[in-house]
Antibody, heavy 120, light 115 residues
């Protein structure tokens, strides 16, 4: 069974950092791109960042570029999102998602998500 | 604002057919994928590519594209189809090769009510 399990969410103050992690199982991890997608309470989905199978292609939404860093470890089957300089508008539910392709394409499998709250 | 535009809300009578649309320039180059999200749950991939359904997705869901508009059609809507629906596509702005695309975009979502 394909599983994505996120961890690392929580309540932090503005300007601080947080690292989200996503542990993958049930599929050949290094065959697929991976993503982070967020959803603010009561709002729509927003693609945050994606990384290709071999980390050669990495992309970020304009809203997080320069503050967030995505990385993956194919030996450990996990993908991480380092979030620096957090702002209140970064408060959202963060989903880890497996792509259906080895490059950035579409979101085939989703984790259950982690809540991140940025507030003083 | 979203790079892909969806109607915020659509309704359909039980058993009838409904089309949910998604507009954007990126759809001239790439197919849309479609997702269903029920309250409190993670999204589920419904349609990808020209008109492909992952295993387990009912065949009443289908996708199509014309110009810069992609459509998700539900033929014979069921009560359990009441949910939010999102489209997404790749965005090749500034990329000469599709394989190097590094940005994805979502539509704003459509809330479907089954009457």
């Amino acid at each position: 069974e394909v599983q994505l399990v996120e961890s690392g969410g929580g309540l932090v103050q503005p300007g601080t950092s947080l690292r989200l992690s996503c542990a993958a199982s049930g599929f050949t991890f290094d065959d697929y791109a991976m993503h982070w997608v967020r959803q603010r309470p009561g709002k729509g989905l927003e693609w945050v960042s994606g990384i290709s199978w071999n980390s050669a292609i990495i992309g970020y939404a304009d809203s997080v570029k320069g503050r967030f860093t995505i990385s993956r470890d194919n030996a450990k089957n996990h993908v991480q999102l380092q979030m620096d300089g957090l702002r209140p508008e970064d408060s959202a539910f963060y989903f880890c998602a497996k792509d259906r392709n080895y490059i950035l394409d579409a979101f085939e499998i989703w984790g259950q998500g982690q809540m991140v709250t940025v507030s003083s | 604002s979203s790079d892909l535009t969806q109607d915020p809300a659509v309704s359909v009578a039980l058993g009838q057919t409904v089309k949910i649309t998604c507009q954007g320039d990126s759809l001239r180059s790439f197919y849309a994928s479609w997702y269903q999200q029920r309250p409190g749950q993670a999204p589920i991939l419904l349609i990808y590519g020209e008109n492909n359904r992952p295993s387990g997705v009912p065949d009443r869901f289908s996708g199509s594209r014309s110009g810069n508009t992609a459509s998700l059609t539900i033929t014979g809507a069921q009560a359990e189809d009441e949910a939010d629906y999102y489209c997404n596509s790749r965005d090749n702005s500034g990329h000469s090769r599709d394989s190097t695309v590094n940005r994805l975009v979502f539509g704003g979502g459509t809330k479907l009510t089954v009457l």
